[in-house]
């Protein structure tokens, strides 16, 4: 039997440098788990993302493929490309930086109380299609254009903490704030959280989707 909380195409990691990094890859796109790694290892790197990075993840992405030797169903998938989201997390003394691409979140807490959110602020915006890297280099020049970091200040911050996730999560918890917050919060154990994400899916409150979390607190 499937695991129903394998998340399939989103990846996460950190370092002992204070950088945190998630990818969630679109399921329905060209070995886009391969597409996340890769976008995850291009941010542990550089704790940054340019054009220049971009087009080396690409190059990366590509050279794993021989398209000439590929059926020609298999390539006109690789033709259409892979997408995915990238959240990175940059911890310092006195706050946090964050890059945003996509919709996969990061939330800034205080104690039981959410202060920002980034780089979506409320629940409507993830009824949008979201802006996706793309293995194709001339399809990102809007996601390249947007505005992708904040800073977000501790200063005045009693308990500060950072929760990154993935779009189900999110939508989940900027629905109803800080009763979900405290909800995440009181989470002890890996067996809690499938819990919470299987009795969410059964009523209906969390979509089936890749459901990644990290604490940085």
Not at 63 to 79: G, I, K, L, V
Not at 152 to 157: I, P, V
Request: charged fraction near 20%; aromatic fraction near 10%.
């Amino acid at each position: 039997m499937d695991d129903p909380l394998r998340n399939e195409d989103a990846h996460l990691a950190f370092d002992p440098k204070n950088i945190y990094t998630m990818s969630d890859g679109a399921s329905e796109s060209f070995a886009s788990r391969r597409w996340s790694r890769i976008l995850v290892s291009c941010f542990l790197r550089t704790a940054d993302f340019s054009q220049r990075s971009l087009i080396q993840a690409i190059a990366k992405y590509e050279s794993a493929f021989d398209r000439p030797n590929m059926s020609w169903s298999a390539q006109a998938s690789y033709d259409r490309g892979s997408y995915g989201t990238l959240l990175g997390v940059k911890i310092y003394d006195d706050g946090a930086s964050i890059l945003g691409i996509g919709d996969s979140i990061a939330v800034l807490a205080d104690g039981a109380f959410i202060k920002a959110s980034f780089p979506y602020v409320s629940a409507s915006q993830f009824h949008a299609n979201p802006l996706l890297l793309s293995t194709i280099l001339d399809r990102n020049e809007s996601v390249l254009s947007e505005e992708a970091t904040t800073f977000w200040s501790f200063d005045g911050l009693e308990k500060p903490a950072v929760y990154a996730m993935t779009d189900a999560l999110g939508v989940w918890l900027l629905t109803d704030g800080s009763r979900r917050l405290n909800q995440i919060q009181s989470i002890t154990s890996q067996a809690e959280f499938n819990e919470l994400v299987m009795n969410a899916r059964a009523d209906g409150t969390m979509r089936t989707d890749d459901t990644t979390l990290m604490v940085i607190g």
